[in-house]
């Protein structure tokens, strides 16, 4: 099964890991939905319990998610296995746990120690493997300070190593300068991803864990013109007769046959271009159900794609799409 290591740390973890975003349910920034519509905490513990048996062994969070939920349910599952497995959370929304509203930012150095205390709790844990400021866009002139308190942290064993989850090259690397830095999450898949971001990931030692790495379900093929998402979902104002999401579709008919190829399915394949794309990227698609946690892993037996089927990709994305990965 194929593994990756976790930049700096060393540590090796699974190809893929599960990104958590979706199992905290709804939530909300001022009236716009920022989840992925209702969830069932069953399916959700169900779904963690198949990852674990499957091999998974990387998981990432926020505390923001559900606004703590996501991170509480993460607890009820892998707090007995803590050993086990490698966790990643993150810091810097300001929330309301039982309004499930959003309401500001911080990475002030005691917001900073408040929500690593808070997150530990949820978690039902001592340390957090990787710890992630979740701000995207923080000022650059602050972000010493941020080092400065999380380097302060790893001191104190609340945290093991810490990254940055932005799409700026300037950021990520702004950030490699932290001794314990190991990793700058990023959003990257066929269709979208800052490539000089991934450069310093790759020249700073670090892994790029890929969000978004199915392109929010869009790279699973499960979408046509007509569908339609509810309105406490985050995609809920996607149009797929007009505009990007519509590029995208009609780009994903025309790359369909290399993605599925070797008896992959298009998820698999879309998980597969990224292992090909580089060698520290660690995708985590998001998930509900213990079937999609079952398809995501299978790919990680199959492992990348070949030079051949990744040259083909490029030449049919710049046909396609005007885009050339």
Known sequence: MLQRTLGRSGIEVSGLGLGCWAIGGPFWRGNQPVGWGEVDDNQSRAALERALELGVTFFDTSDVYGCGHSERILGQVLAERRKQ???????????????RRITGASAEPTHIRRACEASLRRLRSEYIDLYQLHIGNYDLARVDEVLETLEELVDEGKIRWYGWS???????????????????????????????????????????????????????????????????DV??????????????????????????????TLAQGALAWLWARSKVTIPIPGFKRVEQVEENAAAMWSGALSSDQMAELDELMAEAYGRQR
């Open 85 to 99: 497995v490698v966790i990643a959370t993150k810091f810097g929304n300001i929330f309301d746990e039982q309004t």
């Open 166 to 232: 932005t799409d700026d090259p300037a950021r990520a690397e702004a950030f490699s300068r932290g001794p314990h830095c190991a990793a700058i999450q990023q959003r990257f898949n066929l269709f979208e991803g800052n490539a000089q971001t991934l450069a310093v990931c790759e020249e700073a030692g670090l892994a790029s864990v890929v969000r978004g790495p199915l392109a929010q379900g869009l790279l699973t093929g499960k979408f046509n013109e007509d569908s339609t998402l509810p309105s406490d």
């Open 235 to 264: 995609r809920h104002s996607w149009d797929f007769h007009q505009g990007e999401q519509a590029k995208r579709l009609q780009a994903l008919g025309a790359i369909r046959e290399v993605l599925s190829a070797d008896k992959r």
